[in-house]
């Protein structure tokens, strides 16, 4: 059974950190990239960032870069995205997703998702 959970969400005030993770099973994290995703009240769904085969292939959507850091631990099956700096904007139901990577690719379409957690920034 594949299952992708995610935690580390909370309240936070304007200028902290949280650290969300993304523990899978179920299948053969060397081979799949995780996504983050997050939406706020009223409003769609968006690509935070995603990493591909190792902590060197990422991408991040302009508005988290230099803020945000994704990483994964192939031991733990476990990908973490490091949240500093957070704005009150930041504040969403944050989510991660699982898809099978081809080539380098760095981003790919996912096909396990998780229930998400909320993060809430204060100002």
């Known amino acids: 059974e594949v299952q992708v959970v995610e935690s580390g969400g909370g309240l936070v005030q304007s200028g902290g950190s949280l650290r969300l993770s993304c523990a899978t099973s179920?299948?053969?994290?060397?081979?799949?990239?995780i996504g983050w995703f997050r939406q706020a009240p009223g409003k769609e769904r968006e690509g935070v960032s995603c990493i591909g085969r190792s902590n060197n292939s990422t991408y991040y959507t302009n508005s988290v870069k230099g803020r945000f850091t994704i990483s994964r631990d192939n031991a733990k099956n476990t990908v973490y995205l490091q949240m500093n700096s957070l704005k009150p904007e930041d504040t969403a139901v944050y989510y991660c997703?699982?898809?099978?990577?081809?080539?380098?690719?760095?981003?790919?379409?996912?096909?396990?998702w998780g229930q998400g957690t909320q993060v809430t920034v204060s100002s």
């Open positions: 179920g299948f053969t994290f060397d081979d799949y990239g």
């Open positions: 997703a699982a898809g099978q990577l081809i080539g380098a690719m760095v981003c790919v379409l996912y096909d396990y």
